[in-house]
Nanobody, 125 residues
Framework: QVQLVESGGGLVQAGESLRLSCAVSGLTFKWYTMGWFRQAPGKGREFVAAVTGSGSSTNYANSVKGRFSISTDNAGNTVYLRMNTLKPEDTAVYYC??????????????????WGQGTQVTVSS
């Protein structure tokens, strides 16, 4: 059974940092592209960042490029999202997702792959 469990969300002030974690089990990590997506109140789910299971390639949304960093651990079962210089517009529920053999240069829809339950990030001004 595939499980993706996010943690690390919380309430921070603008300019501060957070690190989200996604514990992954039940799949062969190296075969998957791992991604972080987010959904703000009243908006659709949007792509944030992705990394290949090997950790060799990454992709970022323009809105977070230079501020956020996605990575994996050497054991191949955790995906991280380091978020620096947070802004109020980063407030959203953040979701971890995994899709097998997906190209790193484009996101996937909510109907594809595996998804976690999400973790809330709130940035106050």
């Amino acid at each position: 059974q595939v499980q993706l469990v996010e943690s690390g969300g919380g309430l921070v002030q603008a300019g501060e940092s957070l690190r989200l974690s996604c514990a992954v089990s039940g799949l062969t990590f190296k075969w998957y592209t791992m991604g972080w997506f987010r959904q703000a109140p009243g908006k659709g789910r949007e792509f944030v960042a992705a990394v290949t299971g090997s950790g060799s390639s990454t992709n970022y949304a323009n809105s977070v490029k230079g501020r956020f960093s996605i990575s994996t651990d050497n054991a191949g079962n955790t995906v991280y999202l380091r978020m620096n210089t947070l802004k109020p517009e980063d407030t959203a529920v953040y979701y971890c997702s995994a899709k097998i053999w997906h190209p790193i240069d484009r996101p996937w829809s909510t109907g594809e792959g595996y998804w976690g339950q999400g973790t809330q990030v709130t940035v106050s001004s």
